[in-house]
């Protein structure tokens, strides 16, 4: 059987995020590189961050697809260097992020202004408006923060820069 590098990350596309399922593992940064030696397929993928608990299930979901070509030798490899980033994500998977009603990170790994130090503004991604405030650090996941839009009154989750 030849097995074709970019058959494998067609697959890899259409593998939602278990937390965010508008978003692929590959919009989100998580899948890393493809390796196809002999008949054996090695996926690396990167955690969002080390105690993420859906990655267990990714794994299991790209072995899955993967298999269900009839490729039986499948390896994921979890590669914590470079640490993932938020800088990973596609423009495409923050727009998707907006409309799913999830604030994206800004194209930065902090969430502070370097000039002033204070916190960056977050725009509400259903109203737009500036007008927002932090509830708490810790959103729906531990990788998220929750505000609430002083405008449209509107709970939303802010997926944190790092």
């Keep these: 059987m030849t097995i074709q590098k970019e058959k ?53 979901e790209i072995i899955q697809k993967i298999k269900e070509t009839g490729i039986t030798e499948v390896e994921i490899k979890t590669v914590f260097s470079p640490v993932w980033t938020t800088d990973w994500l596609t423009d495409e998977a923050k727009e998707k992020l907006r409309e799913y009603g999830i604030a994206p990170p800004e194209k930065t790994s902090t969430d502070k202004s370097l000039l002033t130090g204070k916190p960056k503004i977050i725009s509400c991604p259903r109203c737009g408006s500036e007008k927002t405030i932090l509830v708490s650090q810790f959103g729906s996941t531990a990788c998220k923060a929750l505000y609430k839009c002083e405008t449209c009154l509107e709970p939303f989750d802010y997926f944190k820069c790092h």
């Design 8 to 60: 494998i990350w067609s697959i890899l596309k259409e593998i939602p995020d278990p937390e965010i399922p508008v978003i692929s593992i590959v919009d989100l940064g998580i899948a890393r590189d493809v390796r196809i030696e002999n008949d054996k397929v090695t996926v690396d993928i990167t955690p969002t961050y080390s105690g993420c608990p859906a990655m267990n299930v990714i794994e299991k």
